[in-house]
């Protein structure tokens, strides 16, 4: 490993990456119309296009996959058009990005489903947890479960909303099945009661991630499909009773499918590392042949150090890359950082979201 193993080149599938640094998916809450990405969203994406890979923010496969409002979609003509003016300006930069996939299941409200239905879930069970309409954050609404007989179908968009992604021009697809989502609840006895095949013991909770990771990787390829997990992570009151078991299960499965990597959060999502010292996450690392994505509290020197010993391939950094544009070289400087909005999080227009400066306009 060479000196500075953050910014030494690494081969993801058919991509050849210039650096480590991966720009996380990030929810902007900033589409139009249609759940259209906004013409800003070229520009957002361009600035940033220095990373070794672009994860654009998680986007909807179906109307009824939609938890917060103005979050974009992959289901649509108009929505596949939008996001081709966005890979195309990452592209034109030199850049290298891929879609993550998101079905938000339960963490829903009735306001942004369809005819005002219930979100789906795999059991019937409130998650006490907030989502983002009208501008504020209210409460999630009472799912109900899926049938038996709505499984393929749900496998089916996940696989449509893949290809609609390489239409657009995305290089591959990040599944999500981390932070307490729909594929993430299927797998956790906290969030998943079911009977059937898709309930009940490990072997049958880790099933439909695993037959969807499967589907996508036969429709767009293997090598450009990767899956995010959170082992840890309690968001959108979610937890497993044996997290260290179900993960190593999913992950044996998942490494049989070839896919190009694992993404995975370590620790609290947006929050502290401490509680990923109690889960063998280099046990992940190692029962997977494909690339690891390390995410979570990253800073240089910690990424540093965990590519030289091996516990990582590649690195995540996520709110750092909201507020600094030029973070990849920023990054190779070690600062100084742009300090981060909080009020320009979710939803508005350049503000907070295409007019951070880069060090050269300082």
């Known amino acids: 490993?060479?000196?500075?193993?953050?910014?030494?080149?690494?081969?993801?599938?058919?991509?050849?990456?210039?650096?480590?640094?991966?720009?996380?998916?990030?929810?902007?809450?900033?589409a139009g119309p249609g759940m259209v990405p906004a013409p800003l969203a070229a520009d957002y994406y361009r600035q940033r296009a220095a990373a070794g890979l672009v994860i654009a923010e998680a986007t909807q496969i179906s109307p009824?996959?939609?938890?917060?409002?103005?979050?974009?979609?992959?289901?649509?003509?108009?929505?596949?058009?939008?996001?081709?003016?966005v890979t195309d300006a990452v592209h034109g930069?030199?850049?290298?990005?891929?879609?993550?996939?998101?079905?938000?299941?339960?963490?829903?409200?009735?306001?942004?489903?369809p005819g005002g239905a219930p979100p789906v879930a795999p059991s019937a069970i409130l998650a006490h947890a907030k989502t983002f309409v009208g501008g504020q954050f209210v409460e999630t609404s009472m799912p109900r479960a899926l049938a038996l007989d709505e499984l393929p179908g749900l496998v089916d968009s996940y696989v449509a909303a893949a290809r609609n992604a390489i239409a657009a021009g995305f290089d591959g697809?990040?599944?999500?099945?981390?932070?307490?989502?729909?594929?993430?609840q299927f797998l956790r006895d906290g969030a998943n009661h079911r009977s059937d095949a898709y309930g009940g013991p490990?072997?049958?909770?880790?099933?439909?991630?695993?037959?969807?990771?499967?589907?996508?990787?036969?429709?767009?390829?293997?090598?450009?499909t990767g899956i995010r997990l959170s082992p840890v992570s309690p968001v959108n009151d979610l937890a497993d009773s044996a997290?260290?078991?179900?993960?190593?299960?999913?992950?044996?499965?998942?490494?049989?499918?070839?896919?190009?990597?694992?993404?995975?959060?370590?620790?609290?999502t947006r929050g502290p590392r401490e509680a990923a010292q109690a889960f063998d996450f280099a046990g992940l690392r190692r029962a997977?042949?494909?690339?690891?994505?390390?995410?979570?509290?990253?800073?240089?020197?910690?990424?540093?150090?965990?590519?030289?010993?091996?516990?990582?391939?590649?690195?995540?950094?996520?709110?750092?890359?909201?507020?600094?544009?030029d973070l990849v070289e920023r990054l190779r400087r070690d600062g100084p950082y742009n300090p981060l909005n909080d009020q320009t999080l979710y939803g508005g227009g350049a503000t907070?979201?295409?007019?951070?400066?880069?060090?050269?306009a300082e």
Do not use: C
């Open 64 to 85: 009824e996959g939609q938890g917060y409002q103005d979050t974009p979609g992959i289901y649509s003509a108009a929505q596949v058009a939008g996001w081709r003016k």
């Open 288 to 325: 997977f042949r494909g690339a690891y994505i390390a995410n979570n509290g990253y800073d240089r020197p910690l990424a540093d150090a965990a590519l030289r010993d091996g516990r990582a391939d590649l690195i995540a950094f996520g709110r750092l890359f909201i507020a600094n544009p």
């Open 173 to 184: 697809v990040e599944i999500h099945a981390a932070n307490g989502y729909l594929l993430d």
């Open 93 to 113: 930069a030199g850049g290298r990005m891929m879609l993550q996939l998101w079905h938000v299941g339960r963490i829903s409200n009735v306001a942004l489903q």
């Open 243 to 268: 997290p260290g078991p179900l993960f190593k299960a999913l992950v044996g499965q998942l490494d049989g499918l070839d896919l190009a990597f694992v993404h995975v959060i370590e620790g609290v």
């Open 352 to 360: 907070g979201y295409t007019d951070y400066p880069a060090l050269a």
């Open 202 to 224: 490990i072997a049958h909770r880790i099933r439909l991630v695993v037959e969807v990771a499967a589907a996508v990787a036969a429709a767009i390829g293997a090598d450009r």
């Open 1 to 30: 490993m060479p000196q500075e193993p953050l910014f030494s080149p690494f081969t993801l599938g058919p991509l050849a990456l210039p650096n480590r640094i991966v720009m996380a998916p990030l929810t902007r809450n900033r």
